[in-house]
Nanobody, 116 residues
Framework: VQLVESGGGLVQTGGSLTLSCAAS????????MGWYRQAPGKQRELVAV???????NYPDSVKGRFTISRDNAAKTVSLHMNSLKPEDTAVYYC???????????WGQGTQVTVSS
């Protein structure tokens, strides 16, 4: 499975961005897909996850501002980010969890910078 992110960039506080992740290889519809982020000096953290059945989960830090969605036909997963804050600044990574054989894959990351 290969994952390629796009859509990062520089945005002002309160602005919006949409990240996209294109997957190739494997059976996309069977995978749990997620977005993680890592700020300088901090651990990588979960931002959003969507199951193969479409169930979503978010940490409190982004709940109500971020929305994850998937398009199984296009093999893409998107992260729509609204009301961005400076603390959202990080490298954002796309993640795929393959159920069988069990494995995990990461994209190369895309930088999101929110200016105050």
């Amino acid at each position: 499975v290969q994952l390629v992110e796009s859509g990062g960039g520089l945005v002002q506080t309160g602005g919006s961005l949409t990240l996209s992740c294109a997957a190739s290889g494997g059976i996309f519809s069977a995978n749990t897909m997620g977005w993680y982020r890592q700020a300088p000096g901090k651990q990588r953290e979960l931002v959003a996850v969507i199951s193969s059945g479409g169930s979503t989960n978010y940490p409190d830090s982004v709940k109500g501002r971020f929305t994850i969605s998937r398009d199984n036909a296009a093999k893409t997963v998107s992260l729509h980010m609204n009301s961005l804050k400076p603390e959202d600044t990080a490298v954002y990574y796309c993640n795929a969890r393959v159920p069988f054989p069990r494995n995990e894959y990461w994209g190369q990351g895309t930088q999101v910078t929110v200016s105050s």
